[in-house]
């Protein structure tokens, strides 16, 4: 990484830090531009927000998706205290942000949890009914 982007990521790190002092899970992240500028900065709000999808990523995929047009979109780099969980993944993937960059990583971080390490899968049964869900689907894309 350039010192540009080590400074980004601490830059996170504090976020992570804000956040705890706040009393709310110790995330942070940053979207920055292709020059290394700071757009917007978020922590997780989970327990303030009372909304389990109120972690920093997702929210700052939110923002990209909603305030930048997809070029600028593309150019973004997400710095972020801990990788992305799958919610954040998946939420990333369709804002169009260019790249992550993550301090501690999902397996570092379930070192650090005294207690369970994340969420169980929720059962998913499928495919069904074909013929009757592909109507409204059809043709829309
Ligand atoms: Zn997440």
Known sequence: MTHDEDRLLRRAIELAATARTRGEAPFGSLLAGPEGEVLAESWNTVLG????????????????ARELDSGTAARTTLFT???PCGM??????R??????????????????????TGFADVPQ??????AEARVPVEGYY
């Open 125 to 130: 049964h499928g495919p069904a009914l074909y």
């Open 88 to 93: 954040c993944t998946g939420a990333l993937a």
């Open 49 to 64: 927000d009372d909304d389990i999808t109120a972690h920093p990523e997702l929210k700052l995929a939110r923002w990209a």
């Open 95 to 116: 804002s169009g942000v260019g790249r992550v960059v993550f301090a501690l990583s999902s397996e570092q971080l379930d070192g650090l949890r005294s207690s369970g």
């Open 81 to 83: 205290s801990c990788q």
